[in-house]
């Protein structure tokens, strides 16, 4: 994909969302964890509920169960940034990105 875009989706309230390839290593070694899962972590951003984060209003947590994480995790949770950029004719236009992602046991 052009600009370092590793792969761009739509979630459920139609807002596009990438992943660069900088961000995809940046999970990686934070969360190796994660290697397997790149087809979970699309599902989870086209599909997974939605919450804001309270301390950070662009920033939304995105989540989605599975059955086969690693270890005891049930969740698979992608951080992902909403802002703007200017297009070349100066027109903000959406530019939102996964930030990180990370395996998580929930219940």
């Avoid at 934070?30 to 209003?57: F, I, N, W």
């Amino acid at each position: 994909m052009a600009d370092g875009k590793q792969w761009s989706v739509f979630d459920s309230w139609q807002n596009q969302i990438y992943l660069t390839e900088e961000r995809w290593q940046h999970i990686l070694a934070h969360h190796p964890e994660m290697a397997a899962y790149e087809a979970e972590l699309q599902a989870t951003v086209k599909k997974g509920q939605r919450q804001p984060d309270l301390l950070s209003p662009q920033k939304y947590r995105y989540s989605m169960a599975f059955e086969n994480l690693e270890a005891d995790n049930t969740h698979l949770v992608a951080m992902v940034l909403f802002r703007h950029r200017d297009s070349e004719t100066g027109i903000p236009t959406p530019n939102n990105y996964v930030v990180t992602a990370y395996q998580k046991a929930v219940g």
